[in-house]
Every structure is written in C-alpha cells, then in structure tokens.
C-alpha cells in the first residue's frame, strides 16, 4: 500500500465515504487534467469536458480503488484512456463535407500535428532507444552518439576519444549492431 502519498490516502478516505476528500482531490488534480487533456486533443472546450469525464470515472471506481501505483499515474492512465478514446470517435475522423455549392464532394482537414497514436509510439521507441544505449559500453555509446548525434566526423570522434579513426569505426559498428540486436523492429504507425 502506497499511503504515505497523500493522493492515495485522499482516495482511500473517499473510497471510505469522506466526500471532502473527493473535493480536495478534485480541486489538486481538475487543472492538471484538463491541461494534459488539452494537449492530446488540442481543443481546450472538449478537454473541460473530458476533464469531468475524468473525474466521473474516479468516483464511479472509488468502490475499485487500490493503491498499487501512485494516485496520479492511476489517474493519468484513466485520462489516457479518454483521451484516446475521444480521439478515436468518428466526428473526429470524419471529413467535413464541401458548402461551396459542389455536392459530394469532401475536404479532408489536416491538422500539422501528428496523431496522438504516433506520438505515443516515438516516445514508446524513444525510452527503448534510451534504454538501449545505456546497455553499450562507454567507448561504443559516446563514439556512436558523437558520430549519429553531434555530426562529428569520424577523424573528430577519434580525436574526442583519443583514439584511431579505424578504431571509432569499429566501436560505431559494433554500437549500431548491438542496439540492432536490443530494438525489436516495430511497424511504424
């Protein structure tokens, strides 16, 4: 039980039947929410509303409730969750039909954002790239990421690690290789 988090124990004294508890929780977490919500829809008046769709779902779950993970990482994972769904919703989707007169004929608009789905999947190939390159041995990581990040030259990587440019080449190789190794190869989305 994680009580020491005064989130949790807000939800468990609500889960108990203290209302006010309900109320300071709210009243913590409604401006977050609504601003995470606002950010994966981009569109401030639906993000009110889920906001309180949010909160519906937690005193409809107080019953449910058990403090395995932080209060907010439960909360959040219910706000993804809505989120998510809204954008899967057809009125979302759908192209907004012609009014100048052409009958039939639609106009698709695209937004420059991407989807909140392929968001979600380079921070999901982010984290296991990160992860990845913690697993190299130092040498391997630090020629690889100042020869792919920094747009070091080979000569200037040798020269940064105080070794030989045929040496850089073999560590890049073997640190692309190794990371090859760790990363499924995942479908793009």
Do not use: C
Not at 30 to 43: G, H, K, P, T
């Amino acid at each position: 039980m994680r009580v020491e988090d005064e989130d949790v124990r807000l939800m468990l004294a609500f889960r108990d039947g203290d209302t006010a508890a309900f109320d300071a929780l709210f009243g913590r977490w409604a401006s977050r929410v609504m601003r995470y919500l606002d950010r994966m829809l981009r569109d401030a008046a639906s993000a009110e509303e889920l906001a309180q769709e949010v909160f519906v779902r937690v005193f409809r779950a107080r019953e449910s409730y058990r403090p395995e993970a932080r209060f907010s990482t439960w909360l959040y994972r219910i706000a993804t969750n809505v989120a998510l769904n809204e954008l899967r919703r057809p009125h979302r989707r759908r192209p907004h039909e012609s009014t100048d007169g052409e009958q039939g004929v639609a106009i698709r608009l695209a937004g420059n954002e991407p989807s909140a789905e392929r968001v979600a999947h380079a921070r999901r190939v982010g984290g296991a790239v990160d992860r990845a390159l913690q697993e190299l041995p130092d040498r391997q990581r630090s020629a690889l990421w100042l020869s792919a990040v920094e747009g070091l030259s080979y000569a200037e990587v040798a020269e940064a690690l105080g070794t030989t440019e045929k040496s850089v080449k073999a560590l890049v190789h073997r640190a692309r290789a190794a990371l090859a190794r760790q990363l499924p190869v995942e479908e793009t989305v």
